[in-house]
C-alpha cells in the first residue's frame, strides 16, 4: 500500500475513533506505529513555520516540518471525523455493545505492550489509572453552547486526543458539550466548529512540546502513565451501559431488559478481535525487514 494512502487511513481512523466515548485518536496513534512521529511533528513547529506558511514556502516546509505528513494524515483526521459522525451516532445507538468490546480488546492489547517490570514505570502506570478513574467517574459540568466554551472544550479535547487513553469526546461529555458538538458536525455548523478548532489550535502545540520532553526524559514512566491512563478508563467501554452519554454499568441481561440486545456473541467476537487485531500488528512491526 501506498505510504500517504496507509497515512491517510490511519488518521481516519484515528477521527472515527475520537468520536467514541472512552476511544482516544491518540490510542489509534499509538496502535498504528505513528504516535511518537505524530508528536515530534507537532512539538517541531514554531513561528518560522506560520511564517513560511505565509510565504508558501512549501518546499522548505517540506524539509524542515515534513508537511506533507501533516496534509495527509491531518486530512485523514477530518475526514474521519466529518464523515463518521453520523456513522458513530448511528452504530452507538443500535450496537454500542459490540463497538465498546472492540475498541477495549484493542486498548487493553496496547496497554500490555507498554507495561514492564521496573518499579518506577508501575508507579506511573497507578498514578495513571486513578486519573483515568477520576476523569470517567468525574461530575459532568455542562458548559453553555457559547463560543467562548466551544473554545476552551476545543483546547482541552485536542489534549485528550493527544493523550493515548483520555478520549476527547469523554471530555466533551463530562463537559456537557459532546451531543451539541457531535450535532455541529454534522449539520456544518461552521461558526461553532470554529470555535472548536480555533480552541484546539491554540493548545495543540504547546502541549504536544510537553508530552514530547516527557517521552524524552522520562520516557519509562511516561509510558507507564499512558497505558496505566489506557487502563483506567476501561470501565467507559463496558459494553452493557445505560447511554454513551453516562457511566450506568449493566449487567447482559439487566441491559436485554431494556428491549436491546446484549449481543453477548458478538460481544465476546469484538473483543477477542480487537486483542488480536493488535497483537498481529505488533508482530508485524516488530518482524525484521529482510534486505
Not at 36 to 50: E, G, H, M, N, V
Not at 176 to 190: Q, R, S, V
Request: hydrophobic letters at 55%.
Amino acid at each position: 500500500m501506498n505510504k500517504h494512502l496507509a497515512l491517510y487511513l490511519k488518521g481516519v481512523a484515528m477521527g472515527i475513533a475520537d468520536l467514541v466515548p472512552g476511544v482516544s485518536g491518540g490510542t489509534i496513534a499509538l496502535i498504528s506505529g505513528i504516535y511518537y512521529k505524530l508528536i515530534t511533528s507537532l512539538a517541531k513547529i514554531d513561528l518560522a513555520f506560520f511564517s513560511k506558511m505565509l510565504r508558501f514556502k512549501f518546499a522548505s516546509l517540506q524539509k524542515d516540518y515534513d508537511i506533507l505528513f501533516f496534509i495527509v494524515l491531518g486530512t485523514g483526521i477530518l475526514s474521519g471525523i466529518a464523515g463518521g459522525a453520523s456513522l458513530v451516532h448511528y452504530a452507538l445507538d443500535n450496537y454500542s455493545p459490540v463497538i465498546y468490546s472492540l475498541f477495549a480488546g484493542m486498548i487493553i492489547a496496547s496497554a500490555i505492550s507498554l507495561i514492564d517490570r521496573t518499579i518506577l514505570k508501575a508507579l506511573a502506570m497507578w498514578v495513571g489509572i486513578i486519573l483515568g478513574f477520576l476523569l470517567i467517574f468525574g461530575i459532568q459540568v455542562n458548559l453553555p453552547w457559547t463560543p467562548l466554551a466551544i473554545f476552551f472544550a476545543g483546547g482541552l479535547a485536542i489534549c485528550a486526543m493527544l493523550l493515548p487513553g483520555i478520549s476527547g469526546s469523554l471530555i466533551l461529555v463530562l463537559l456537557g458539550l459532546y451531543e451539541p458538538i457531535i450535532n455541529a458536525l454534522i449539520a456544518l455548523d461552521i461558526f461553532h466548529i470554529s470555535f472548536f478548532i480555533a480552541g484546539a489550535l491554540t493548545t495543540l502545540f504547546g502541549f504536544s512540546r510537553l508530552i514530547l520532553l516527557s517521552l524524552q526524559n522520562y520516557k519509562k514512566q511516561t509510558e507507564g502513565f499512558i497505558a496505566g491512563l489506557m487502563l483506567g478508563v476501561l470501565p467507559k467501554l463496558w459494553p452493557w451501559q445505560s447511554s454513551e452519554y453516562s457511566l450506568e454499568l449493566m449487567s447482559p441481561a439487566a441491559y436485554s431488559t431494556h428491549g436491546t440486545s446484549s449481543y453477548i456473541v458478538g460481544v465476546i467476537i469484538a473483543f477477542i478481535a480487537g486483542l488480536a487485531m493488535i497483537f498481529a500488528l505488533q508482530k508485524i512491526r516488530h518482524r525484521p525487514q529482510k534486505n
